[in-house]
């Protein structure tokens, strides 16, 4: 099952990703760094909406 924040259970977290991202190599100017986090938060959501359908899917075919 995975978390609230669409990520899997072992962590992965938001924080880490920004944290990953500060410490990259390249330069990263606050657009992009920007751009960068509401992507990975987009697809955190869009993750953790379809646990919840697959989660309620199981359930009714379990009834």
């Given at each position: 099952m995975t978390s609230q924040t669409g990520?899997?259970?072992?962590?992965g977290g938001l924080h880490d990703r920004l944290d990953a991202l500060l410490q990259s190599p390249g330069p990263l100017d606050k657009r992009?760094?920007?751009?960068?986090?509401?992507?990975?938060?987009?697809?955190?959501?869009?993750?953790?909406?379809?646990?919840g359908w697959n989660?309620?899917?199981?359930?009714?075919?379990r009834h």
């Amino acid at each position: 099952m995975t978390s609230q924040t669409g990520g899997s259970p072992t962590g992965g977290g938001l924080h880490d990703r920004l944290d990953a991202l500060l410490q990259s190599p390249g330069p990263l100017d606050k657009r992009t760094l920007l751009a960068t986090l509401e992507a990975e938060a987009g697809a955190r959501e869009i993750r953790a909406y379809k646990a919840g359908w697959n989660d309620a899917l199981s359930e009714l075919r379990r009834h």
